[in-house]
């Protein structure tokens, strides 16, 4: 079974100050991983994906996050946030064997909050 | 193009009641999965169709089901609603999962809330 973990409820950040969601993960085998955002009364936004190859992928709106695999972890990082950055960020995975299919297993979300 | 389109965004219900939800994938993407949204539960996955075929299912009783069409269009069914139905009911569109670079996009979503 898959499952993912986003220890942090919310995380609170200054305007201009880096950006850290933490992200990790638990799958048979070599994962898919994502990051989505998700605005007040909307779907899900696709940020950015780790599929194969760099540790560090880059995504949307200045977004980066680092695969480590030894650590089991995905973290979603922005070097300087901006106030319209608050919202709700789920990291997800995908288990890469057949029977999954596209299947999104995803962890309970944390809400940035970006202060003027 | 066109993103994913879910009809209709609101839905108010009465316990006991059934209803139907609609969602037209991105154009060209044949892999169509629902999932239920609630404050408590997070993002539930409910089932994923392919080809008109119910490719994975989730955790969910036999009163949620679904149903995907020739032209990839899909449908979700909740029979006998109850209040924990109430969520934003979300569907998302990908291309082929044997693809390597497939990511799932999601309409807006409905918000079903049950009385």
């Known amino acids: 079974a898959q499952s993912v973990a986003q220890p942090e409820d919310q995380v609170n950040v200054a305007e201009g100050n880096p950006l850290t969601v933490k992200c990790t993960y638990s799958?048979?085998?070599?994962?898919?991983l994502f990051w989505y955002v998700q605005y007040p009364n909307r779907g899900l936004q696709f940020l950015l994906k780790?599929?194969?190859?760099?540790?560090l992928v880059k995504g949307s709106y200045g977004f980066e996050a680092e695969f480590n695999k030894s650590q089991t972890s995905f973290h979603l990082k922005k070097p300087s946030a901006l106030v319209s950055d608050s919202a709700l960020y789920f990291c997800?995975?995908?288990?890469?064997?057949?029977?999954?299919?596209?299947?999104?297993?995803f962890g309970g979300g944390t809400r940035v909050l970006v202060k003027p | 193009k066109a993103g994913v389109t879910q009809t209709p965004r609101y839905l108010i219900k009465t316990r006991g009641q059934q209803v139907t939800l609609s969602c037209s994938p991105i154009s060209g993407h044949r892999s169509v999965s629902w999932y239920q949204q609630t404050p408590g539960q997070g993002l539930q996955f409910l089932f994923e169709?392919?080809?008109?075929?119910?490719?994975n299912k989730g955790n969910f009783p036999g009163r949620f089901s679904g149903r995907q069409f020739s032209n990839s269009r899909s449908e979700m069914n909740v029979s006998t609603l109850e209040l924990g139905d109430s969520a934003l009911y979300l569907c998302?569109?990908?291309?082929?999962?044997?693809?390597?670079?497939?990511?799932?996009?999601f309409g807006q979503g409905t918000r079903l809330t049950v009385v």
């Open positions: 997800a995975v995908r288990a890469l064997h057949k029977a999954a299919g596209n299947k999104l297993t």
């Open positions: 780790y599929i194969t190859g760099d540790n």
């Open positions: 998302a569109s990908s291309l082929d999962q044997d693809r390597d670079n497939t990511e799932a996009f």
């Open positions: 799958v048979s085998g070599n994962p898919y």
């Open positions: 169709y392919f080809s008109e075929t119910q490719r």
